[in-house]
């Protein structure tokens, strides 16, 4: 029996936790049952994106995408998708606004505007089976490279697509290839940086889950065009999954012959092996990546000497970040051209952002480079959840800053987002909405800047602590209209004294949230009131007399007895003693009580 | 060999895998990760042990044991429970969450239950934003938690 169709079910972190490990066991058991699994595969692939709508469930050839697949319904697929060719009209993906069903990935609204490079065989194919990423062209690229091209071709080629690295900076690739090239020593080094420690941001997570070849291609690639015959993926303890999968890929790719020695045939010979991560946030800083894979403390070196020239071992080193990595091999087979066709003057090709938080289409998104704001968080992301005001999109994590409404329809790239005192950084993007605190948030951020600090430099170290006592301080009540200038004078000195990009950057989100929403600053310092209602100390609980019906139930629950009143009659909190507990607020089932 | 105050077949169990290590150079944190999952956690007398086996000063061992938020000196619980800090879970009321958690274990000060039997802790990002907030126990993600499920959670690994 030739196969006929084949189930895709995802099997990235998310919707493994909404449970699609059982969806595909199900799948299979249907299929077992009805005899039908010589014709037809399930298969679990890497992460769809769509994390929101999760578990998902293609079915190929038909081309259908099934959305919040749970066992009930996987058994529904088997036995009218499968075994009748009826779909399953109520697990198709329903337009919010039209009611319209979208049985297509491509005219789902999510994914319309997508151009999928770095994230091309996510949700396409088993990505712990190398034949299937052979399949899809998988090394390819290697295979002409080191056939076809001298390393300074591939350097020219990977130089002429604009590529800049995705990890945050925005360094030019080829650039950074050519100097580790120019350095002359016997042993170099690659490293890919999988460290993803923002906050919020899952992109790399996703490729290294669902397509790790295209990282261990790439990682050849440039160790061929620099001269390196040795690479390290340096990746987080906290993604078990995506390590599991990267062993599997190596030790694929070296029975294949396409890691070790003389690859392909020819007298290039490269191998990879993973390091784990032990929970550091500097690490992703390349001079504190390498202080770490040699056994120390991750603390970040004076630059230069550059890792190009002085790295891991003393010996010359290239580090790039996993998403940068996977756009490599398309780049080589399609042509420079044409990734350089694509994206901003400045900026080529696409990026991938993670986008959470107040959405209501959470997930993960591959754009074009110049894309808006707007459209990335309204038609793709589905606007904010429950109909609430969109007040800011913070880019970058800790190192970046919060872009309010008006800026929503700037073309972003590296440079626009820099501009807006924010930055690219590595693709998460967080929407809030009018309930979210930007006092709050700057604290927030501050907070994991100053637990992250390594120590090294007095300004980060300090500097961003006095900043955090200053925020409490505000965010308490006690805040002074000195305050706010002592905290924006520390975040100018600690962003000019720090050595890395963690202290340079740490104040964005205290910085950028003073320039955009100093209004709320304000509204904590002087009226000692949080507009969005989240500072708890400066909350004030008041009873709305029209919608009291006086069942007393308030009374009974505060803790303090300063809810007073007459059964049937409407009942007043006494401020005086009231300690913004908020039990009143969550028992009182009229919405009689409101705080500000 | 000098006496250290441990249990002598784990020491000899982390011995027998640092022995077994060729490259020694650069290979602290992994012996580490080692020793971490043999004792559960990092005693003194073990980050002892471990630099006189590898030949360096007991200093850089501590200093990169304290350094990586992974490593930890203080015995930990049977079930380790971590709440998402990262920002997607903190903006739908991540520290809501561990409030109750602390509050359903009665845990006042440091972060294991009197019974021993769970660690609570903090982490940034797993990852899974699209289910903001999340709980990971021993692994095991949970998503979309609510203040109400926390307690059915937690009673899974009570028996």
Same mark, same amino acid.
Request: aromatic letters at 8%; proline letters at 4%.
């Given at each position: 029996?030739?196969?006929?169709?084949?189930?895709?079910?995802?099997?990235?972190?998310?919707?493994?936790?909404?449970?699609?490990?059982?969806?595909?066991?199900?799948?299979?058991?249907?299929?077992?049952?009805?005899?039908?699994?010589?014709?037809?595969?399930?298969?679990?692939?890497?992460?769809?994106?769509?994390?929101?709508?999760?578990?998902?469930?293609?079915?190929?050839?038909?081309?259908?995408?099934?959305?919040?697949?749970?066992?009930?319904?996987?058994?529904?697929?088997?036995?009218?998708?499968?075994?009748?060719?009826?779909?399953?009209?109520?697990?198709?993906?329903?337009?919010?606004?039209?009611?319209?069903?979208?049985?297509?990935?491509?005219?789902?609204?999510?994914?319309?505007?997508?151009?999928?490079?770095?994230?091309?065989?996510?949700?396409?194919?088993?990505?712990?089976?190398?034949?299937?990423?052979?399949?899809?062209?998988?090394?390819?690229?290697?295979?002409?490279?080191?056939?076809?091209?001298?390393?300074?071709?591939?350097?020219?080629?990977?130089?002429?697509?604009?590529?800049?690295?995705?990890?945050?900076?925005?360094?030019?690739?080829?650039?950074?290839?050519?100097?580790?090239?120019?350095?002359?020593?016997?042993?170099?080094?690659?490293?890919?940086?999988?460290?993803?420690?923002?906050?919020?941001?899952?992109?790399?997570?996703?490729?290294?889950?669902?397509?790790?070849?295209?990282?261990?291609?790439?990682?050849?690639?440039?160790g061929y065009a620099i001269g390196a015959q040795f690479g390290y993926i340096y990746v987080r303890a906290e993604y078990p999954l995506a390590i599991h999968r990267l062993r599997i890929a190596i030790s694929q790719a070296r029975e294949m012959g396409l890691l070790g020695k003389?690859?392909?045939?020819?007298?290039?010979?490269?191998?990879?092996?993973?390091?784990?991560?032990?929970?550091?946030?500097?690490?992703?800083?390349?001079?504190?990546?390498?202080?770490?894979?040699?056994?120390?403390?991750?603390?970040?070196?004076?630059?230069?000497?550059?890792?190009?020239?002085?790295?891991?071992?003393?010996?010359?080193?290239?580090?790039?970040n996993v998403e940068t990595f996977a756009n490599v091999p398309p780049i080589i087979l399609n042509g420079a051209e044409w990734f350089s066709s694509i994206g901003t003057e400045k900026s080529k090709g696409t990026k991938v952002f993670a986008l959470a938080g107040k959405v209501n289409n959470v997930g993960l998104v591959e754009v074009p480079m110049g894309i808006t704001l707007r459209e990335i968080i309204y038609d793709l992301g589905g606007g904010i959840k429950g109909g609430k005001k969109f007040k800011a999109v913070q880019t970058g994590g800790?190192?970046?800053?919060?872009?309010?409404?008006?800026?929503?329809?700037?073309?972003?790239?590296?440079?626009?987002?820099?501009?807006?005192?924010?930055?690219?950084?590595?693709?998460?993007?967080?929407?809030?909405?009018?309930?979210?605190?930007?006092?709050?948030?700057?604290?927030?951020?501050?907070?994991?800047?100053?637990?992250?600090?390594?120590?090294?430099?007095?300004?980060?170290?300090?500097?961003?602590?006095?900043?955090?006592?200053?925020?409490?301080?505000?965010?308490?009540?006690?805040?002074e209209m000195e305050d706010l200038e002592m905290l924006k004078e520390l975040a100018e000195t600690v962003k000019d004294s720090s050595l890395c990009g963690l202290g340079q950057t740490s104040p964005n989100p205290v910085l950028s949230t003073m320039k955009f929403f100093y209004d709320e600053y304000l509204a904590h310092v002087k009226d000692k009131s949080c507009p969005a209602g989240v500072c708890t100390e400066l909350l004030k609980y008041y009873i709305i007399p029209e919608k009291c019906v006086g069942c007393t139930a308030c009374a009974k629950v505060c803790p303090v007895n300063v809810i007073h009143g007459e059964p049937r009659k409407v009942h007043v909190i006494d401020r005086e003693g009231c300690i913004k507990c908020g039990e009143c607020y969550r028992t009182c089932r009229f919405g009689a009580i409101t705080r500000k | 060999m000098a006496k250290y105050d441990v249990d002598e077949v784990?020491?000899?169990?982390?011995?027998?895998?640092?022995?077994? @290590?060729?490259? $020694?150079? +650069?290979?602290?944190?992994?012996?580490? %990760?080692?020793?971490?999952?043999?004792?559960?956690?990092?005693?003194?007398?073990?980050?002892?042990? @471990?630099?006189? $086996?590898? +030949?360096?000063?007991?200093?850089?061992? %501590?200093?990169?044991?304290?350094f990586y938020s992974y490593f930890t000196m203080e015995p930990r619980g049977k079930h380790v429970i971590n709440v998402c800090m990262g920002t997607a879970c903190f903006v739908k009321g991540a520290d809501k969450i561990l409030e109750e958690i602390k509050k359903e274990l009665d845990i006042k000060d440091g972060n294991m239950s009197k019974d021993g039997l769970f660690t609570v802790d903090t982490l940034r990002c797993v990852g899974a934003c699209g289910l903001a907030p999340v709980v990971m126990v021993d692994g095991k993600v949970y998503g979309r938690v609510k203040v109400e499920e926390v307690k059915g959670i937690l009673d899974e690994y009570r028996e």
């Amino acid at each position: 029996m030739p196969l006929r169709m084949e189930l895709l079910v995802c099997g990235g972190t998310g919707c493994q936790a909404s449970n699609s490990s059982r969806v595909l066991e199900v799948l299979r058991e249907g299929i077992q049952e009805a005899n039908l699994q010589e014709e037809v595969r399930v298969l679990m692939t890497g992460c769809f994106g769509f994390c929101e709508k999760g578990p998902i469930v293609k079915v190929m050839p038909d081309n259908i995408f099934y959305v919040e697949v749970d066992e009930e319904s996987a058994r529904k697929i088997v036995r009218e998708h499968v075994i009748k060719g009826r779909i399953v009209e109520e697990k198709i993906y329903k337009e919010p606004e039209t009611e319209e069903r979208l049985p297509e990935q491509s005219s789902i609204p999510f994914y319309k505007k997508q151009i999928r490079i770095a994230l091309r065989n996510c949700g396409k194919i088993d990505p712990e089976n190398i034949n299937e990423y052979i399949a899809s062209d998988g090394y390819m690229a290697l295979a002409r490279v080191l056939t076809e091209m001298t390393p300074e071709e591939v350097i020219d080629a990977v130089k002429r697509s604009g590529l800049r690295g995705r990890g945050g900076g925005g360094f030019p690739t080829g650039l950074k290839w050519e100097a580790t090239r120019k350095s002359k020593s016997d042993v170099k080094y690659i490293i890919c940086n999988a460290d993803e420690g923002d906050p919020g941001a899952f992109m790399d997570r996703s490729i290294l889950e669902g397509d790790p070849h295209s990282v261990l291609e790439g990682m050849a690639i440039a160790g061929y065009a620099i001269g390196a015959q040795f690479g390290y993926i340096y990746v987080r303890a906290e993604y078990p999954l995506a390590i599991h999968r990267l062993r599997i890929a190596i030790s694929q790719a070296r029975e294949m012959g396409l890691l070790g020695k003389n690859i392909l045939g020819t007298n290039f010979s490269f191998d990879v092996e993973i390091k784990i991560g032990a929970g550091a946030f500097i690490c992703g800083e390349e001079t504190a990546l390498i202080n770490s894979i040699e056994g120390g403390r991750g603390e970040p070196t004076v630059k230069p000497p550059y890792p190009a020239q002085v790295g891991l071992w003393k010996k010359p080193t290239n580090i790039n970040n996993v998403e940068t990595f996977a756009n490599v091999p398309p780049i080589i087979l399609n042509g420079a051209e044409w990734f350089s066709s694509i994206g901003t003057e400045k900026s080529k090709g696409t990026k991938v952002f993670a986008l959470a938080g107040k959405v209501n289409n959470v997930g993960l998104v591959e754009v074009p480079m110049g894309i808006t704001l707007r459209e990335i968080i309204y038609d793709l992301g589905g606007g904010i959840k429950g109909g609430k005001k969109f007040k800011a999109v913070q880019t970058g994590g800790p190192s970046g800053g919060c872009i309010p409404a008006e800026h929503l329809d700037t073309p972003i790239d590296y440079d626009t987002l820099n501009a807006l005192g924010s930055m690219m950084g590595s693709g998460g993007m967080i929407v809030m909405d009018e309930d979210d605190c930007m006092v709050n948030i700057a604290k927030f951020y501050l907070e994991f800047s100053c637990d992250e600090s390594c120590g090294r430099c007095t300004a980060c170290r300090v500097g961003n602590k006095r900043m955090l006592e200053i925020l409490n301080k505000i965010t308490e009540g006690k805040g002074e209209m000195e305050d706010l200038e002592m905290l924006k004078e520390l975040a100018e000195t600690v962003k000019d004294s720090s050595l890395c990009g963690l202290g340079q950057t740490s104040p964005n989100p205290v910085l950028s949230t003073m320039k955009f929403f100093y209004d709320e600053y304000l509204a904590h310092v002087k009226d000692k009131s949080c507009p969005a209602g989240v500072c708890t100390e400066l909350l004030k609980y008041y009873i709305i007399p029209e919608k009291c019906v006086g069942c007393t139930a308030c009374a009974k629950v505060c803790p303090v007895n300063v809810i007073h009143g007459e059964p049937r009659k409407v009942h007043v909190i006494d401020r005086e003693g009231c300690i913004k507990c908020g039990e009143c607020y969550r028992t009182c089932r009229f919405g009689a009580i409101t705080r500000k | 060999m000098a006496k250290y105050d441990v249990d002598e077949v784990k020491l000899r169990q982390l011995e027998e895998y640092i022995d077994s @290590i060729e490259q $020694k150079e +650069g290979a602290l944190i992994g012996v580490l %990760y080692k020793a971490q999952e043999i004792f559960g956690y990092l005693p003194k007398d073990v980050q002892l042990f @471990i630099a006189r $086996k590898l +030949g360096i000063f007991a200093a850089k061992v %501590y200093g990169v044991a304290t350094f990586y938020s992974y490593f930890t000196m203080e015995p930990r619980g049977k079930h380790v429970i971590n709440v998402c800090m990262g920002t997607a879970c903190f903006v739908k009321g991540a520290d809501k969450i561990l409030e109750e958690i602390k509050k359903e274990l009665d845990i006042k000060d440091g972060n294991m239950s009197k019974d021993g039997l769970f660690t609570v802790d903090t982490l940034r990002c797993v990852g899974a934003c699209g289910l903001a907030p999340v709980v990971m126990v021993d692994g095991k993600v949970y998503g979309r938690v609510k203040v109400e499920e926390v307690k059915g959670i937690l009673d899974e690994y009570r028996e």
